[in-house]
C-alpha cells in the first residue's frame, strides 16, 4: 500500500534529505544572522490500527500487513523573513511506524524541503519549492525509494481566501527494485513526471473554511506498462465551533490510466473520505483523532476496500526570531482584542512595545495585508503605536517587526495563518451610540 494512500507523507523520509537541510543552514544562516531566524521544532506520537491490503490482486496478489501500530514524528522548520514581502522557510521531518503483531513491520522516512515566496504586488504572491525524500520498509524492500521535485505556484489572495496556479515535477528512483533490458542487463526501476493544477483556499465564515485542489499528472517510467496519465482532485472542510475544538472532513479521488499497457489493464482508481476532531487546549499540544476510508479499483477491474484511524498528540515549540521582539503588555487598554466604537469618527487604536526594532507595522484584513499601509510610531519607552479607521466586524492582523512576522500578544484569540504561524483576531463593536 503507497503512503500517500492515507496522506502520510510523514512517512516518506530517510537520511539524505537531513543533509540537504544541514547543507542549506550553512549557506544562508551565517549570511542572514542566527537570531533573524525563528526555530520551530516540533514532535507527534500517535498510534491506531489499519487494514491488511492485497496489492493489485490479480496480478501480483502481494499481502502488505496491517493492524495496531504506533509511530513517532519529530520535526524542524527554520523560517527567515528577509524582508518584508518575501519569506523562507527549511524544514526536515523525520518518521518511524511500527506494527506490533507478527514480524513487527517498521516504516522509516525522511524529507526535507525548501519553500520561498515572495510578494510580487498587491495580493499577488509567488512561491517556489524544493524537496528531497526517502522511504523505507523493513518488509517490503522493493517499495524502498528515493525522490525529489520541485513547484512553482502563483496565488491571488483576497480577504476570504486565496486562488492558485501551480506547476512541477518529480522523480524517483527504487534501488532495490529492477527491470530486464532489451540487451539483457537490468537497472534500477525510475519514474518522472510533470503535473499542474490549482488550489482554493475559502473562508466562508469566521469558523468554516474549505480548500480544494485538482490537477493532472503525466508520468514517464523505465518500464512503460507505468507510463501513465491522472487525473486527481481533493476537498477539505475545517470547521471551529467553540474554541480549542476543530472538525475536519476530506475526501479525494484519482483516476488513472496507463497509457502504454496492453495486457495487464490499462486504469485503476482510488478514492478515499475520512473525518479528524482535534483538541488545541493542552498548552500548545494539540490532541487529534483521524478516521478514513479508502477504496481501490486495481486494474483487473477488482476492488478492495480499507481503513485506517488513529489518535495523536502533537506539539509545535517557537523560539529565536520572533520571541526576541515579544513585548509585555500593559495592564491598562483593550488589552483582550476587543474594542468598543462609543462615538461616530472613534478609531482603534494598537500599542505594542520593542524597544530594540528599527521599524513596526501591522497587517491585517483591514488593510489587505499590505505591511506598508499601516506603519507603526515609536515614543521615548519603545512603545509603538498605530491608529485605525476601521468599522465594526472581525478581523486577523499580525505585527511586522523589522520583516518578522510577530503574532500579537494582546490577542486573546489567534487563528492559524497559513505559513505555520498564528494571526490575531481583532473585535470591532459598536458602543452605546451604535457607532
Known amino acids: 500500500m503507497p503512503c500517500s494512500t492515507w496522506g502520510c507523507d510523514v512517512h516518506t523520509r530517510r537520511t539524505t534529505p537531513t543533509a540537504l537541510l544541514a547543507f542549506l543552514l550553512t549557506l544562508v544562516v551565517p549570511t542572514a544572522g542566527v537570531a533573524s531566524w525563528e526555530w520551530t521544532p516540533g514532535l507527534r506520537v500517535g498510534g491506531g490500527d489499519e487494514s491488511d491490503l492485497v496489492i493489485d490482486p490479480g496480478v501480483t496478489r502481494e499481502a502488505v500487513e496491517g493492524g495496531s501500530f504506533v509511530d513517532i514524528s519529530p520535526s524542524l522548520r527554520a523560517t527567515h523573513w528577509p524582508s518584508t514581502r518575501q519569506r523562507l522557510d527549511l524544514g526536515t521531518a523525520l518518521s518511524w511506524q511500527r506494527y506490533l503483531q507478527g514480524g513487527g513491520r517498521r516504516l522509516y522516512g525522511q524529507s526535507a524541503w525548501a519553500d520561498f515566496r515572495a510578494a510580487l504586488a498587491d495580493r499577488w504572491l509567488l512561491r517556489t519549492s524544493l524537496s528531497l525524500d526517502a522511504y523505507d520498509d523493513s518488509e517490503r524492500t522493493t517499495v524502498r525509494r528515493f525522490g525529489a521535485g520541485g513547484e512553482v505556484g502563483l496565488s491571488f489572495v483576497h480577504d476570504r481566501g486565496a486562488v492558485e496556479l501551480w506547476t512541477g515535477g518529480r522523480g524517483r528512483r527504487y534501488p532495490e527494485l529492477e527491470i530486464a533490458l532489451e540487451d539483457g542487463t537490468t537497472e ?11 488550489d482554493f483556499v475559502l473562508r466562508l465564515t469566521e469558523e468554516l473554511r474549505v480548500e480544494a485542489r485538482g490537477g493532472i499528472q503525466i508520468t514517464d517510467a523505465r518500464d512503460d506498462d507505468f507510463d501513465s496519465e491522472a487525473l486527481f482532485a481533493s476537498v477539505g472542510a475545517a470547521l471551529e465551533p467553540v474554541p480549542n475544538w476543530r472538525l475536519t472532513a476530506f475526501g479525494s ?7 502504454e499497457r496492453t495486457e495487464l489493464g490499462d486504469s485503476d482508481s482510488y478514492r478515499q473520505a475520512g473525518l479528524g476532531i482535534a483538541w488545541n487546549g493542552l498548552d500548545a499540544a494539540t490532541i487529534e483523532l483521524r478516521a478514513a476510508l479508502a477504496e481501490y479499483e486495481w486494474p483487473n477491474g477488482t476492488t478492495e476496500t480499507s481503513h485506517r484511524i488513529s489518535l495523536a498528540v502533537s ?6 526570531g520572533r520571541d526576541r521582539l515579544l513585548p509585555d503588555w500593559p495592564d491598562e487598554g483593550d488589552a483582550d482584542g476587543l474594542f468598543r466604537l462609543d462615538d461616530p469618527g472613534d478609531t482603534v487604536e494598537l500599542r505594542f512595545r520593542a524597544p530594540e526594532a528599527q521599524a513596526v507595522a501591522v497587517a491585517g484584513d483591514f488593510n489587505g495585508w499590505d505591511p506598508t499601509a499601516h ?16 468599522d465594526p466586524g472581525r478581523y486577523e492582523y499580525s505585527y511586522v517587526v523589522d520583516g518578522e512576522w510577530v503574532t500579537p500578544p494582546e490577542a486573546a484569540i489567534t487563528v492559524d495563518d497559513g505559513f505555520g504561524g498564528r494571526n490575531g483576531v481583532l473585535e470591532v463593536v459598536p458602543g452605546e451610540n451604535g457607532s
Not at 534500477?188 to 490549482?198: F, K, L, N, T
Not at 506539539?315 to 529565536?320: I, V, Y
Request: proline share 2%.
Open 188 to 198: 534500477d526501476y525510475a519514474e518522472g513526471g510533470v503535473s499542474g493544477g490549482i
Open 253 to 259: 479521488l484519482q483516476l488513472r490510466d496507463f497509457t
Open 315 to 320: 506539539r509545535d515549540w517557537s523560539f529565536g
Open 375 to 390: 506603519p507603526m510610531h515609536r515614543d521615548a519607552d519603545g512603545w509603538w503605536t498605530v491608529e485605525l479607521d476601521v
